[in-house]
């Protein structure tokens, strides 16, 4: 009788644990993706190049039409659009910086429509950060320019195929200053001065540097800090060492700022 008892007192047990296991996964938020989506893949590493590097690179262009309320209201100007090129040359995103009203959605429905050979840094394709200039002028087709480099005005409104620009790859690119600072390979430490120490004076000092093709740091110049504090980082600084960074598999300079931080007792 006892055997009998425990027996479905095992049984009870196992089916309110049952039903409190179903009531769970039936209230439990879902985590997975739909079915045929994927889960979202880590955000691509996007780097700053100026307009003239980038126009390099450049493979199709759709030439903008001006807009005939323009024409006929003598409008002109220039349209500069801050675009983002993703890993695979096309146009990802664009803001209008400056221009006419009447001539930005113009730009932009052209410039979002080109194609660019996508950009490689350490052999992986990266999103670029840049500008473009779109000129309108009275008489002629728009033109396009990134920076200050121009592309002549073509005769005729509509696609362009654009030969494919020389692979060379440019003399330097900006790097962000955390992204630099992880291929530091080789660092000296500042000593810290003995007048800032007896004074009990910290701080940052910060410089714009460039990093040389083989990682050694060319030059620096002093952004900001104490006096007392910034030739003992210079000195530290100038004996760095990086890995060096390569832009479409050949070595280019770096355009980058480096922090040098005093605390006390550091």
Same mark, same amino acid.
């Given at each position: 009788?006892?055997?009998?008892?425990?027996?479905? +007192?095992?049984? /009870?047990?196992?089916?309110?644990?049952?039903?409190?296991?179903?009531?769970?996964?039936?209230?439990?938020?879902?985590?997975?993706?739909?079915?045929?989506?994927?889960?979202?893949?880590?955000?691509?590493?996007?780097?700053?190049?100026?307009?003239?590097? !980038?126009?390099?690179?450049?493979?199709?262009?759709?030439?903008?039409?001006?807009?005939?309320?323009?024409?006929?209201?003598?409008?002109?100007?220039?349209?500069?659009?801050?675009?983002?090129?993703?890993?695979?040359?096309?146009?990802?995103?664009?803001?209008?910086?400056?221009?006419?009203?009447?001539?930005?959605?113009?730009?932009?429905?052209?410039?979002? !429509?080109?194609?660019?050979?996508? #950009?490689?840094?350490?052999?992986?394709?990266?999103?670029?950060?840049?500008?473009?200039?779109?000129?309108?002028?009275?008489? +002629?087709?728009?033109?396009?320019?990134?920076?200050?480099? /121009? /592309?002549?005005?073509?005769? #005729?409104?509509?696609? !362009?195929?654009?030969?494919?620009?020389?692979? !060379?790859?440019?003399?330097?690119?900006?790097?962000?200053?955390?992204?630099?600072?992880?291929?530091?390979?080789?660092?000296?430490?500042?000593?810290?001065?003995?007048?800032?120490?007896?004074?009990?004076?910290?701080?940052?000092?910060?410089?714009?540097?460039?990093?040389?093709?083989?990682?050694?740091?060319?030059?620096?110049?002093?952004?900001?800090?104490?006096?007392?504090?910034?030739?003992?980082?210079?000195?530290?600084?100038?004996?760095?060492?990086?890995?060096?960074?390569?832009?479409?598999?050949?070595?280019?300079?770096?355009? #980058?700022?480096?922090?040098?931080?005093?605390?006390?007792?550091?």
């Amino acid at each position: 009788m006892r055997l009998r008892i425990v027996a479905c +007192a095992l049984a /009870t047990g196992l089916l309110m644990a049952a039903n409190v296991f179903a009531q769970e996964q039936g209230t439990r938020p879902n985590t997975a993706p739909p079915a045929g989506q994927s889960t979202p893949t880590q955000k691509s590493m996007r780097i700053r190049v100026g307009g003239n590097v !980038q126009q390099a690179m450049r493979l199709y262009q759709i030439l903008p039409t001006y807009p005939d309320d323009a024409k006929a209201a003598h409008i002109s100007g220039t349209v500069m659009l801050h675009i983002v090129v993703a890993t695979d040359g096309s146009v990802l995103s664009l803001d209008v910086i400056s221009g006419p009203p009447e001539l930005t959605k113009s730009a932009m429905d052209a410039v979002k !429509q080109w194609r660019y050979r996508p #950009t490689l840094l350490k052999h992986k394709p990266v999103e670029v950060d840049t500008t473009v200039s779109v000129n309108y002028r009275l008489g +002629a087709p728009p033109a396009s320019e990134h920076g200050t480099e /121009t /592309t002549p005005a073509q005769p #005729t409104e509509g696609a !362009q195929m654009l030969s494919p620009a020389p692979t !060379q790859a440019p003399i330097r690119i900006r790097v962000g200053a955390k992204e630099q600072a992880a291929k530091l390979i080789h660092q000296a430490f500042p000593v810290y001065p003995d007048e800032a120490k007896q004074d009990r004076i910290g701080g940052t000092v910060m410089f714009h540097a460039i990093i040389a093709k083989d990682g050694s740091v060319l030059s620096l110049e002093v952004i900001s800090g104490l006096p007392l504090l910034v030739n003992s980082a210079m000195d530290a600084v100038l004996q760095w060492r990086y890995k060096p960074t390569t832009f479409n598999g050949e070595p280019v300079e770096v355009d #980058t700022t480096i922090s040098v931080i005093f605390t006390l007792g550091g």
